[in-house]
């Protein structure tokens, strides 16, 4: 087992300014966590750089997903080329790469799984999709943001059972006292998202799936502290993806229920295990079958 990745870390807690130095020798030693994190960066960078040049030069670019909008607007001038430059183009892919996609498919795994065992939930989620009118009808997203109130409390209601980042962490730029305790300036501190997300103070019976917790006119609701929901983190370092992934997910998740149901498929182990990296997932995925729905007229 290669330690050294946990040798890095665990020696920037102790004695966070030797963190940066031992790093940089670890990542010139083959075999270690560092050199092999360092080897990933470049391959992965350098891959996505390929990825954007040869976009880039489509000139017939008809896709219309995240890169090619960027593409089309820096070179349709209504963004000043200095603005959206090579390499911010090549950031920006990388960041919704890694920041991005993970996060974002393991929450819609989530709301779909636990939608397929609760049948009212789905069909209070689908009455309100279908009411918003027919299939072609593509909300926009004022309408993602005012005419899909349930779907937003089900959304939320998944990412509080499964959060999607357990923890994040903060250093201390000052000497600061929280909760009686004085933290020296660079310490770090960890906040448990996930736990607090299931502390029964906040959303009693915590483990069941209950998406009306999140009715803004509910008393557990009105009761419960701001910051006892945090799934996207906190202050000026949040998620700056935040916005972006809910419209995302709330879309997905329309033009699914539009479709198809989900039901737990046999072949799926009971509970599911999670896998706990840098974010949370499911260590086999969820397995569902998926069945057509009928055409609706509206
Ligand atoms: C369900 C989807 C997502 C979840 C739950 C999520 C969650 C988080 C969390 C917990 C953090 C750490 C915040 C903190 O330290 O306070 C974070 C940071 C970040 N997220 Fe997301 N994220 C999601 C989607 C996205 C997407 C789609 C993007 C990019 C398009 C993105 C880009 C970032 C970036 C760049 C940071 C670092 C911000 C900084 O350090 O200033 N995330 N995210």
């Not at 349709?76 to 430059?85: H, I, L, R």
């Not at 009808?137 to 959304?155: M, N």
């Not at 903060?170 to 600061?176: D, L």
């Not at 009693?204 to 999140?214: L, N, S, T």
Request: aromatic share 10%; hydrophobic share 40%.
């Amino acid at each position: 087992m290669d330690l050294s990745g946990s040798f890095s870390i665990i020696l920037g807690l102790l004695v966070p300014i030797l963190q940066e130095p031992f790093r940089q020798i670890l990542k010139r030693i083959p075999g270690t966590m560092d050199w092999k994190i360092e080897r990933t960066n470049k391959n992965l960078g350098g891959r996505l750089d390929e990825i954007v040049e040869k976009r880039m030069n489509d000139r017939k670019r008809s896709s219309k997903d995240f890169l090619s909008l960027i593409l089309n607007a820096r070179e349709s001038k209504a963004v000043s080329e200095n603005v959206f430059t090579p390499e911010y183009i090549s950031a920006v892919t990388y960041e919704h790469l890694l920041a991005g996609s993970a996060t974002t498919s393991f929450t819609l795994s989530s709301v779909v799984y636990l939608v397929a065992a609760h049948p009212e939930v789905e069909k209070k989620l689908l009455e309100e999709i279908d009411g918003f009118g027919s299939i072609d009808h593509i909300p926009t997203s004022q309408d993602l943001h005012d005419k899909f109130p349930y779907l937003d409390q089900v959304i939320k209601e998944a990412m509080r059972i499964y959060i999607v980042s357990p923890l994040v962490a903060r250093e201390t730029s000052n000497e600061v006292e929280i909760g009686g305790y004085l933290l020296p300036k660079g310490t770090w501190v960890w906040l448990a998202l996930g736990v607090l997300a299931k502390d029964p103070k906040n959303f009693p019976e915590p483990e069941k799936f209950k998406p009306e917790r999140f009715d803004p006119n509910c008393e557990e609701m009105k009761r419960r502290h701001p910051y006892a929901f945090i799934p996207f983190g906190i202050g000026p370092r949040a998620c700056i993806g935040q916005k972006f992934s809910i419209q995302e997910i709330k879309l997905s998740l329309i033009h699914l229920y539009r479709k198809y149901l989900f039901r737990h498929s046999p072949n799926m182990e009971n509970p599911l295990e999670l896998e706990y990296g840098i974010v949370l997932n499911f260590k086999h995925g969820v397995k569902l079958r998926a069945i057509k729905r009928t055409l609706r007229s509206c």
